[in-house]
């Protein structure tokens, strides 16, 4: 297995949060095309977000490698705190140049961008087909957890949200994060 990169991490996390230019906090959509658009710059072409519902217990995100533009897909189910982890993910992937387990599938799911109901069917095949303990996988996973930890603090909190409660595990976990909320 691949050491976990530390440094890597934080280095990205700080030039992606350097080139975001919106107040804080955000709507998850302002978030996420900042975030996008951050990692545009970075990679020199143009990458777009799209919402589709993925199988449960599957994969909830997607990177599709396109010639002109790369696609990151994420489940529409997901809440926004869930979705800016996944985007983070596969900004990961796509900056890093490691796309994990990649079959006919993906480039089936590729190629459906025409068709949204082919699309559909191509997300569900690859995420019934991804696998999750790849070195790669686990380096984007450690990624996303920094990334979405940092930048949660711009994201507009949804006003059913329940209240943020530090003193369960989820608390301690995302305070170990550095999530940047005052501990109670």
Known sequence: MRRRRPREVKDLIARLGA???LPAPAA?????????????ELRGRQIVLLEEEFPH???????LDMPDRDVIVVDARATPFH?????????????KGDCGHHDEAAS?????????SELHSAVRQVAARTAF?????????TFALH???????????????????????????????GDGRPQV
Request: hydrophobic letters at 45%.
């Open 108 to 116: 089936g799911a590729a190629q459906a961008l025409s068709d949204r």
């Open 147 to 177: 990334a979405a930890a940092q930048f949660r603090s711009r994201l507009q909190e949804a006003t059913d949200a329940a209240p943020y409660d530090r003193s369960g595990i989820g608390g301690r976990i995302s305070a170990s994060l």
């Open 28 to 40: 998850p959509e302002q978030l996420f095309a900042a975030l996008l658009a951050a990692a545009s």
């Open 19 to 21: 080139r975001l230019d």
């Open 83 to 95: 979705q800016l982890a996944i985007i983070c993910h596969e900004i990961w992937h796509i900056l």
């Open 133 to 141: 303990d790849e070195a790669s996988e686990q380096d984007a996973e």
């Open 57 to 63: 217990r599957t994969a909830t995100g997607l990177w």
